[in-house]
């Protein structure tokens, strides 16, 4: 591109100087023969006076001087030929003069034709004609085109020679930089060096280049060990946490055992030295033993949810109700007799098994609460609305149309004064002798349903009944 | 003749426990405790303040424990039942854990019976009072 341009405004130059030179040449031409015309006509005014065609035409022939007049003429004042001269070899010509024509310049086809009157004391004698061959215009205008052209050559040749220069020395380099950019920007490997070639800048961007990429390389490589680091941090704090589990479940069992046992030799085999307040104490050692079991075996249930994988798929969530409220029927202790009603409930995107903990922890809640009641009621169902909370307490996850289930009973109810400490592990809001239980129901529901991703709330009145809402997100 | 149970508990309420449930079955077994697993194979082996046993005098059945100290109970199973003098001698694991792994292995060394034992005491009771009229009046035990 740059080539044709410089080779455009080359050949401009050219163009112009030999116009210049054209228009220059044929100037001095034309005041040298007009020169040359005056001297002539000065000369051949005694001639023509005398009417010496002789002495004219000797004045006409020193005309020979100057090469490039072919023809010449004196005319007299009638405009006949006075005298002639003709270049050696050349054409003899007649001129044709006006008569009444001053100093004149004419230029036809090759030829130049100067007119020069012949006067004394302002009377027109006669006139002088030349006839001036451009042949060395021609000569001339040749040899600076063949110059010119030689120029644009050597142009040409100049300017992709330097085009050739800058292109191996920096635009090649710094199209190589760049396409190994695009290379390691798609690939993400910054493994890989750019050549150091070239020279100053070229060369210091190249190593400035490949120096960032090493930053990068190493920055990648530290932020890989830290997050290998971190991983097996995590492992291990894992693996610390479910042998504390396990520790929990097996050491504590035993001396619990123990306690039972004995008490309960104390109570078969020494009833007879023990008076009453001897065996209520023995009742309460009993009792509280099998709490203290209770409570280990929760606490584990709970904290093992924290570990296992939650595994989610499709769940019909009316057919794990149901089982849900079989298993509660089967292994709960007293018998219920509620009126439950299972609507029909949309599918869920969850872990089974996990969900069906807490429909039972809440069925067997509500069965329970609502055990005391002359006629009471459980109702599992579904809220098609995406939030229907009535308080505002916050919410773990936020909400984007999730399912929201509920179940709902008449039972006892609950303050909703205390309704932060609901979901609280072993956090009771009653009585063991209103309502037994250790209280880790609802932390496992509450876990549950965070892990999935979901809310749980729950609303109540005193003595009119509770009920408790969750939300699973919906499968993305 | 009448064989011993051989009972290797390291926890003393436990193996008082065990003891009280086994003689609920008037049984006339003699019932012997060890509290680890050296103890156990020295009773097994005769040795130590055993060697005054006999080899051959087989218990009609050994409850053992999983967790002791020294050596544990995976261990005393595997003394057990590779040498061939002692692998027919029945054996019942009684223990608090349920961990697969443990029960896998029991049973990769050839165990005769995994049992775990119950929390509440009522349970450990009965399952104690189980194992023993079954182990010592209705196992049949190679002589």
Not at chain 1, 104 to 114: C, Q, R, S, T
Not at chain 1, 127 to 150: M, N, P
Not at chain 1, 165 to 172: D, K, P
Not at chain 2, 58 to 72: A, E, G, R, S
Request: proline fraction near 3%; glycine fraction near 6%; charge should be neutral.
């Amino acid at each position: 591109m740059q080539v044709l341009v410089s080779m455009i405004v080359l050949g401009l130059c050219i163009a112009a100087f030999v116009y210049t030179d054209i228009k220059g040449f044929k100037e001095r031409k034309i005041y040298s023969v007009n020169a040359i015309a005056h001297v002539i006509s000065t000369n051949s005014v005694a001639a023509i006076q005398f009417l010496d065609n002789d002495a004219a035409k000797k004045n006409l022939s020193q005309l020979i001087v100057e090469d490039d007049i072919v023809n010449a003429s004196i005319l007299d004042k009638k405009g006949n030929t006075f005298a002639s001269y003709t270049k050696q070899q050349a054409d003899s010509f007649r001129f044709a003069p006006s008569l009444n024509g001053d100093r004149k310049v004419e230029l036809l086809g090759n030829y130049l034709y100067i007119y020069s009157p012949i006067e004394k004391d302002q009377e027109r004698l006669g006139t002088v004609c030349l006839r001036v061959q451009l042949s060395s215009l021609d000569k001339i205008v040749s040899e600076e085109l063949g110059i010119g052209s030689f120029l644009l050559i050597i142009g040409v040749g100049l300017s992709f020679l330097i085009s050739f220069f800058v292109q191996s020395y920096i635009t090649r380099p710094l199209l190589r930089l760049i396409k190994i950019m695009q290379t390691i920007k798609g690939s993400g490997d910054y493994k890989s060096r750019a050549m150091v070639e070239g020279h100053d800048e070229i060369n210091t961007l190249s190593m400035e280049f490949n120096d960032m990429l090493s930053q990068i390389e190493k920055r990648d490589n530290e932020m890989e060990s830290r997050v290998k680091e971190r991983t097996a941090e995590l492992e291990t704090a894992n693996n610390e946490l479910e042998s504390f589990s396990y520790s929990v479940s097996h050491d504590m069992r035993a001396p619990l055992r123990a306690v039972s046992g004995f008490s309960n030799i104390l109570t078969q085999g020494y009833s007879n030295v023990l008076d009453e307040e001897g065996k209520e104490s023995l009742r309460f050692i009993r009792n509280e033993s099998v709490r203290m079991g209770q409570l280990i075996d929760d606490l584990l249930a709970f904290s093992r949810l924290g570990k296992k994988d939650i595994q989610k798929s499709m769940v019909d969530m009316k057919a794990l109700a149901d089982e849900a409220l079989q298993e509660v029927l089967n292994t709960g202790p007293e018998k219920y007799s509620a009126e439950i009603k299972i609507d029909a409930l949309p599918a869920a995107y969850c872990d089974g098994n996990l969900v069906r903990q807490v429909f039972i922890n809440l069925i067997s809640n509500a069965l329970k609460y609502s055990s005391h009641k002359a006629h009471p009621m459980v109702h599992v169902g579904f809220t098609p609305s995406s939030d229907n909370r009535k308080n505002n307490y916050p919410l773990t996850h936020p909400v984007s149309k999730p399912a929201v289930y509920f179940v709902k009973d008449n039972g006892v109810g609950f303050d909703m004064k205390y309704y932060h400490k609901l979901f609280g592990v072993f956090q009771r809001l009653h009585s063991q002798e209103e309502f037994k239980g250790t209280g880790i129901g609802l932390a496992i529901v509450q876990r549950v349903i965070t892990r999935h991703g979901g809310n749980v709330w729950a609303e109540s009145a005193i003595k009119e009944g509770s009920t408790f809402y969750f939300s699973l997100p919906s499968a993305k | 003749m009448v064989n011993d149970i051989l009972l290797v508990e390291d926890n003393p309420a436990d193996a008082k426990l065990t003891m009280i449930a086994l003689k609920q079955c008037n049984m006339a077994n003699k019932i012997v405790h060890v509290q680890d697993g050296v103890a156990a194979l020295e009773y097994l082996f005769c040795e130590g303040e055993f060697s005054s046993r006999s080899i051959n005098d087989h218990p009609v059945i050994v409850l053992l424990d999983l967790k002791m100290p020294k050596i544990n109970g995976i261990e005393v199973l595997e003394k057990i039942k590779s040498d061939e003098r002692t692998r027919k001698i029945p054996v019942t694991v009684f223990t608090s854990s349920q961990e697969d792994p443990d029960i896998q292995k029991c049973y990769d060394l050839g165990v005769n019976s995994y049992v775990v034992k119950p929390l509440v005491f009522e349970s450990f009771n009965k399952v104690v009072l189980e194992l023993g009229l079954y182990w010592v009046l209705l196992n049949q035990s190679a002589k």
